[in-house]
């Protein structure tokens, strides 16, 4: 029996253990009333390239509004199909779609469960302009065949790292592998916000001036436009905490891989449980911490209620594939289009990870794991 309840991801634990610098840096910003970009905003963006290795970040009002700009820096338009996953979250094709292009999903890789290369080059037509590859729970998605697809199709290659700041491939950290990479700063992601915040980084000097001019009303001065654009800006406030937080990063993603380990540890020999599995060439971040009952001997449902009993929280990411979601019926999509997706949503299950998450509390949760499997 656990003692006390074990949340999904602790929150307060993380900002008591920055109170006082948080709460200055929030200050800051109060008593000096530049609320809307200005100095924080540069700051933090400056600092974010040099991590990410780009040249370029742009603070944005959200991950899905910095997968919107990014999409339409790349002049995606009505008619468009952009290639991408049918397993991540629905704000990755919500944008295609909101472009007016046609998301044009590919299954996905039965161990990663990001998107499946070899099933990409087959769904390029005369019409696609982009692929989005998702770094789905931390672990990037196998980068160079993409690329080589992207460079020899002409398509522009959008990463979608909203599950995977810090992440590396190849020894690249993610967001610099290809065109652009966007992030989002909800405060469950790699590097949350105290609300909505997302960035799109870049390398490409043109791509990084066009975001600023749609995430600022099409303007590089106040009242002369010269694109149509939104109000999409990180706010001031958001950027002093995340500049806070960017120098712990690294740190707090050496403490996620180190609770994963010990969930391997743990959970490793359990037959019918499946662990994540960790590409070669890949540096995974664990944004979450997700195993997969597979087959039919143990119900993931069943497992998830059997830990909620215990208050310990878990969460189903995602229980439904896009391609099957209603808002694309009028894609023609089917069930049976995209076998592997549709199995893994009846099979995955992500856990409790976090910093604070100590040792005694990940022992708790295998061990009530353990009990129900048996
Ligand atoms: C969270 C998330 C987003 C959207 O980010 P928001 O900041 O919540 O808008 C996009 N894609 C993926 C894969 C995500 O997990």
């Known amino acids: ?86 397993f991540t979250f629905i704000a990755t094709t919500e944008m295609i779609y909101e472009c007016g292009a046609r998301p044009v999903f590919v299954d996905i890789d039965s161990g990663t469960y990001n998107i499946d290369w070899e099933l990409v080059e087959a769904k390029i037509t005369p019409k696609t302009r982009a692929i989005i590859p998702v770094h789905l729970f931390g672990q990037p998605a ?52 105290y609300g909505d915040g997302g960035a799109v980084v870049t390398s490409n000097q043109g791509v990084a001036e066009r975001i600023k001019l749609l995430r600022n009303h099409g303007g590089k001065q106040k009242y002369f436009h010269v694109i149509n654009g939104y109000n999409s800006r990180l706010d001031s406030i958001q950027a002093a905490i995340l500049r806070i937080k960017l120098r712990y990063l690294d740190d707090w993603i050496k403490q996620r891989c180190q609770k994963a380990s010990l969930y391997r540890r743990l959970l490793g020999e359990i037959e019918g449980v499946e662990l994540p599995d960790i590409a070669p060439d890949t540096h995974h971040v664990f944004n979450y911490y997700t195993i997969r009952l597979k087959g039919s001997r143990v119900s993931r449902d069943k497992l998830q209620e059997y830990l909620h009993s215990k208050g310990i929280s878990t969460a189903i990411y995602y229980p439904l594939s896009l391609h099957l979601q209603e808002v694309y019926r009028p894609l023609g999509y089917k069930i049976g289009d995209f076998p592997e997706s549709e199995k893994v949503q009846k099979e995955v299950l992500s856990l409790p990870i976090y910093p604070e998450l100590s040792e005694k509390q990940i022992r708790e949760i295998a061990e009530v794991v353990k009990e129900f499997i048996k």
């Open 142 to 193: 196998d980068m160079e065949p993409i690329l080589e697809l992207g460079a020899k199709y002409d398509l522009k290659v959008i990463e979608d790292c909203a599950q995977a700041l810090g992440a590396k491939y190849k020894g690249r950290r993610v967001g610099s592998l290809g065109d652009m990479g966007c992030l989002s700063f909800f405060p469950s992601k790699m590097l949350g916000a």
């Open 1 to 86: 029996m656990t003692e006390l309840a074990i949340p999904l991801v602790d929150l307060k634990a993380q900002y008591n253990s920055l109170k006082d610098e948080i709460d200055a840096a929030i200050w800051g910003v109060i008593q000096n009333s530049q609320f809307i970009l200005g100095e924080e905003v540069a700051a933090f963006e400056s600092e974010l390239a040099t991590y990410c290795h780009t040249g370029y970040a742009i603070g944005v009002a959200s991950g899905t509004d910095a997968l919107h700009l990014a999409l339409l820096a790349s002049e995606i338009k009505p008619g468009d199909e952009v290639i991408t996953t049918p």
